[in-house]
């Protein structure tokens, strides 16, 4: 599918340059990191507050500790009960979330620049002095419990928390949602949240991040006040060693009546500090980022099989997965394992074509404005720096170390990170349909397990 | 709050230009809105609207199949489309400096789609939204709830009684000549509106316009879509029991509401606010944090400008909780507000919300030129754009009762409730599964 130039296509005027906004960083004496994003032009501020609190934060017993923890903040203060609270918060115009990951916890609001000492007031208070009301734990808790039905219910997020399941071992914390199971969450007590409030929830390891409208001097001021006194440090989290639970398998998850199969297909993958990440991206983009990619082209645009494939690595602290994600009708369910599987395989194959390679960088280079283009997003831009430390140049430098990614440099990662020994086929769908057809493709072992 | 700019033109063959310049990051938008629906569809063509849309990204006279996505991307912009009610929209955003590439590939399938067209694109892209419809309604919990809920709100007769997507059977009968056709009916520049928001230079910008589009010809005889008006009372309550491959029960209420536009309009959506915006909203409050009857609450206004806009509330059940006592504490909470009507208190806090949210929308260029788009499109009036704010905070709460009290009445509403099937045996048998 090599295309040519168009003649027609009118020529590229002259590019403007962009520049990630500069942003400076400062070290309170609590340990608090502040960073500050000034972003001309911008009628709003965000405040992200993320703390060493996520599930790689709590132990297994307890999983689900950290996003419970995290979700019962917004419920009040000492001073505000759950309903006061909301309604000093909404008054400014805020609506503070609240929630976790697995590598953090994060306490966010944005507003309109008048109100950012006021929400910022209302933030460190929520966050040091936590009302834990125990009818609204037990309210959260229930909603956590029911939530989790509610997901497995969509044939896709079934796919995907199934997929953890089954591609990580037994020993790897990765191998559930960073919300935990039921079987962890329905143990949780009060006391639980409590304690892991006053262990984790401290300035120690945390960082501040202010992106927007604001007079610089004002915010530390602003910052100092209101979270200067908060003191102590963490333990922080625990090192995840993620481990694949077996060789090439297929297990279709039966559902009955399902007109479509959810496919997801992959491996571990890699964490955020690995070498090969800008190859992998690029990799991963020519496979399936865009619609040029090989999956879009020969899944949706050759076959009429899928409305949506993709694929994409999820590089956390310790390495997360891989998978090319897909949904087909259930007729084709079998068809489209093989040309998946395929094509993952072909990518080790063969060096990748020019003309693939310069769309897949120049798509990723290009297109980093636009990730920009919110205060919102700039000031998420910080975050992977904060939490895994990366080099405060990152972004500065990110474009030039896309553009330095050649053809051998992603083939090489293709190579490494597709391991079709090691490969995990998921279907989501209805196993009396496309059991047999599944079987005879006869690249894996089948195993059929019922939905939950 | 900073007003968007606004420069308008019109060319020669009634195409209607809207620049809004704001050259912070060197990114623009292109968004086109063409003033075609689904409500403009004819019986036993349903879906067809949208079938089409995608076949606009299968090229053209001098564009291939797949060209126009892979020109775009190369650059590092994106693209879409979008076919709802009234509308189709087209859009890419990428660097400014690719500015033209973009009005050349959005001119050239305007005025040259047919060429390329062929039976092999209309076959695949036939199986893609068949997927797409599967993917979104046909294999997800509740999937089907606003088809059925257009489908009781409105008519038989009434284009908005069918859904976007369309039926299965009608995207299976699309035919080439329903291409031809469609497209010369409504794909002319006098039928759409054309906004570049962002980095550019309005003099060489409006040149490449006039290059791109200057010579396409204008269709003198638009076809009128099928008649809109209906009654703005359904007149009696309609109930459904949707037993479905769900855990927990959810109930969709819906009204038939003044369209898009109109003061009653903006007076039901501040209604949406004060009932399910935010967590000191009266529904989260009353029925998910202190009656603990709901996990979950939304409220919408649906803005289409077809006879009646929709108002829709839906809530799903907590664990052990019934549906009728959710439906007893929703409707107990309504009625509350329509006769107190809301408080100084609740009016300030939502529209500190609605300001801030407007802002957050309006600071992706993206964003800016859609809506700008749209209320050209919909009101010949772009200027809305500005005045979103002050027209909400217009809505005092003696106009929030009013408006309830016409609207929120037990017998214009449609009352659908999805329950979970008995087992999955009887659900799968109650389709017929193939």
Known sequence: ?452 | MPRIAIDRHTLPNGLRVILSRDNRAPIVAVNLWYDVGSRHEKPGKTGFAHLFEHLMFDGSAHVAKGEHAAQVQATGGTYNGSTWLDRTNYYETLPSHELELALWLESDRLASLLPAMTQEKLDIERNVVKEERRWRIDNQPYGTWDEKLQELLFPQAHPYHHPTIGSMEDLDAASLDDVREFFAAYYAPNNAVLTIAGDFDPAPALEMIEKHFGSIAANPAIPQGPPTAIEPIIGAEVRREVPDQVPLPRIYAAYRMPIFGTDGFNALEVATDLLGSGRASRLYRALVREQQVAQDVTTFAFPVIGGAAIFTIWATARPGVSHGALETALWAQVDRLTSDGPTDDELERIHNLHAAAVESSLERISERADRLSMYACLFDEPERINTEVSRYEEVDAGRVREAMAASLRPDNRVVLTYVPAESAESADSAEGAA
């Not at chain 1, 306490?107 to 008048?114: H, T």
């Not at chain 1, 494939?309 to 009708?329: E, K, P």
């Not at chain 1, 194959?349 to 769309?359: N, R, Y």
């Open chain 1, 1 to 452: 599918m090599t295309r040519t130039l168009n003649p027609m296509r009118p020529a590229a005027g002259v590019p403007r340059p962009y520049r990630f906004p500069p942003f400076s960083r400062r070290l309170l004496a609590n340990g608090l990191n502040l960073w500050t994003i000034p972003v001309a032009g911008s009628a709003l501020v965000n405040v992200h507050l993320l703390v060493d609190a996520g599930a790689a934060a709590e132990d297994e017993p307890h999983g689900g500790i950290a996003a419970l923890t995290a979700q019962l903040l917004v419920t009040g203060t000492q001073r505000l009960d759950a309903s006061a609270f909301a309604e000093a918060t909404e008054r400014l115009g805020i609506e503070v979330s609240s929630e976790s990951s697995w590598d953090s916890a994060r306490a966010a609001f944005q507003s309109l620049p008048q109100y950012l000492d006021q929400g910022l007031a209302l933030l460190a208070e929520m966050l040091r002095e936590p009302r834990f009301d125990p009818g609204e734990f037990e309210r959260l808790k229930a909603e956590r419990l029911a939530d989790i039905l509610q997901a497995r219910a969509e044939p896709g997020r079934l796919a995907d928390e199934t997929f953890l399941q089954r591609v990580y071992a037994a020993d790897t914390p990765y191998r559930r949602l960073s919300a935990g199971s039921p079987e962890t969450v329905e143990t949780l007590s009060r006391a639980d949240v409590i304690g892991f409030h006053a262990l984790h929830y401290r300035p120690g390891l945390a960082h501040v991040v202010v992106a927007g409208s604001f007079d610089g001097d004002a915010v530390t001021a602003s910052v100092e006040r209101h979270l200067g006194s908060w003191d102590g440090t963490g333990p922080g989290h625990r090192t995840i060693a993620p481990h694949h639970a077996g060789l090439r398998r297929l297990v279709i998850v039966d559902r009955p009546g399902s007109v479509q199969s959810e496919i997801r297909v992959g491996h571990i993958g890699i964490d955020r500090y690995d070498p090969r990440y800008f190859p992998a991206i690029v990799m991963s983009t020519v496979l399936g980022g865009t619609s040029q990619s090989r999956l879009h082209r020969r899944l949706r645009e050759e076959l009429g099989y899928t409305y949506s494939v993709h694929t994409g690595f999820d590089a956390r602290r310790s390495a997360g997965i891989f998978t090319a994600a897909t949904a087909v009708q259930t007729g084709v369910t079998a068809p489209a394992i093989g040309e998946l599987v395929s094509l993952l395989e072909g990518a080790r194959e063969a060096p990748f074509e020019d003309l693939e390679m310069s769309e897949a960088r120049s798509f990723q280079v290009g297109v980093f404005p636009l990730r920009f283009e919110s205060t919102g997003g700039i000031a998420a831009a910080i975050e992977p720096i904060a939490i895994y430390g990366l080099a405060e140049d990152f972004w500065q430098t990110y474009r030039d170390k896309l553009e330095a990614v050649t053809s051998v440099d992603a083939h090489n990662a293709a190579i490494e990170l597709i391991r079709p020994d090691e490969l995990l086929i998921l279907a989501v769908g209805d196993a009396r349909v496309i059991r047999g057809d599944v079987e005879a493709l006869g690249i894996a072992p089948v195993e059929v397990v019922p939905a939950p």
